[in-house]
């Protein structure tokens, strides 16, 4: 099989940016989804390239700013539309989060494109530990600062998203609706969370 390639992990998830570098409805409208085919998609197409990169046969992708943007993508986001409902959406997380941290830590966020930049944070976002979630919110406020017009709109919204994933670890230590999947047992307050829409991102 050939080796899949970081443009065309970029291309697949992002699609043609525009010259602000955001990504079109229709490819954001994808990545909140939850449509079997698509997963099904991802998997066939993807797999194999995921199995490499937690295997850790792709190091060398971390050498460019786009090559750690597809890595990510790979073992945070496409990792959760192939296992979807299973444990194995969430076992390259940390994997994820150490990259990310290293990528920030570099300042490489800020040389990312508009579109790139927010899977850079994702890790975090999906993060168990309040630290880390405090570090997300700051982060997407201080991109709040640094853009205007629809983008700033945009990141309003993700701050508010982020915030809800933030206040849930503060509330419960992690995130109860991950509990079944991981075979980790409800507290009764989980339990009752649970019951509302609102407890599942």
Known sequence: ????????????????????????????ESWRQKVAAFDQEIRRRFEGLYEAIVAGEREDW??????????????????RNMYRGSAK???????????????????????AVFAHRNFLYMPLMHS???ELQDRCVALYQAWHEEVE??????????????????????????????????????TAEEVEFLKSPSAWF
């Open 128 to 130: 168990e530990e309040l």
């Open 62 to 79: 971390l050498e460019t700013l786009e090559g750690v943007i597809a890595y990510v993508v790979v073992i945070d986001q496409l990792s």
């Open 89 to 111: 959406m969430y076992a390259s997380d940390a994997q994820a989060l150490g990259v990310a941290l290293d990528a920030i830590d570099r300042g490489l966020d800020k040389q």
């Open 1 to 28: 099989m050939q080796a899949k390639t970081i443009n065309e992990v970029l291309d697949f998830w992002f699609g043609e940016l525009d010259p602000q570098g955001s990504a079109s409805p229709e490819i954001i």
């Open 149 to 186: 017009g629809a983008q700033k709109e945009e990141i309003a919204k993700r701050i508010g998203f982020a915030n809800r994933h933030r206040d849930v670890v503060a509330q419960f230590g992690r995130f109860p609706h991950r509990n079944a999947i991981l075979g980790r047992e409800s």
